[in-house]
C-alpha cells in the first residue's frame, strides 16, 4: 500500500518537472483565424503529428531540427500547399487555408520520408481547437499492477 501511495505522488509531480514524456501525438494548437501553429521536422517525424484548430488561416512555422533536408505539405481544403526544401536548421512559414471542418493530411514530400513515418493529420472543426482530446496513456507501472490488486506482485 505504502509504494502505491508513493508511486501515486511520484506520479502526481511529474508534470510539474516541465517534461511530458506522455506518448500522446495529439496536440491543440491555437485556436483563431491568423494564429501561428510551430511545426517541427526530423528523421522521420512531424511533431506535433496530429494538430487540432478551429477552422480558418493559419501560419505553420515550419523548423527542419533535423539533419536531412525535410519539406512540409498540407492537403487543405482548397488545394495542397507545401514550404521549399529546408535545409537542416533551416525554417520557413507555410499559410494554410482551413475553412470548414474536416480532416487534412500533412507530410513531408521529400523522397521517401512520407513512406518512413513522416506524416500527421490536421483536424478543423468538429473535434478541433475548441474539443482537442489526447490519446490516453498507460505507464509501465500501471501495466505491471493490472490483475494484481494494483499492489505490483
Keep these: 500500500m505504502r509504494r502505491l501511495l508513493l508511486l501515486t505522488l511520484a506520479l502526481g509531480l511529474v508534470p510539474a518537472c516541465g517534461g511530458d514524456d506522455s506518448t500522446s501525438e495529439e496536440a491543440s494548437s491555437p485556436s483563431g483565424s491568423g494564429a501561428d501553429v510551430n511545426v517541427s521536422l526530423s528523421e522521420y517525424m512531424i511533431d506535433p503529428s496530429a494538430i487540432a484548430v478551429d477552422p480558418g488561416s ?9 539533419s536531412t533536408t525535410h519539406a512540409l ?21 507555410l499559410t494554410v487555408d482551413l475553412q470548414g471542418d474536416g480532416e487534412f493530411e500533412m507530410y513531408c514530400p521529400v523522397d521517401g520520408h512520407r513512406e518512413r513515418g513522416m506524416e500527421g493529420t490536421i483536424t478543423a472543426g468538429a473535434g478541433g481547437a475548441g474539443g482537442a482530446t489526447t490519446d490516453e496513456t498507460t505507464t509501465e507501472d500501471e501495466d505491471e499492477d493490472k490483475g494484481t490488486g494494483g499492489y505490483g506482485y
Design 58 to 66: 493559419y501560419t505553420f512555422h515550419v523548423v527542419n531540427d533535423g
Design 73 to 93: 505539405e498540407v492537403e487543405g481544403p482548397n488545394g495542397e500547399v507545401e514550404t521549399e526544401d529546408l535545409e537542416p536548421g533551416e525554417s520557413a512559414d
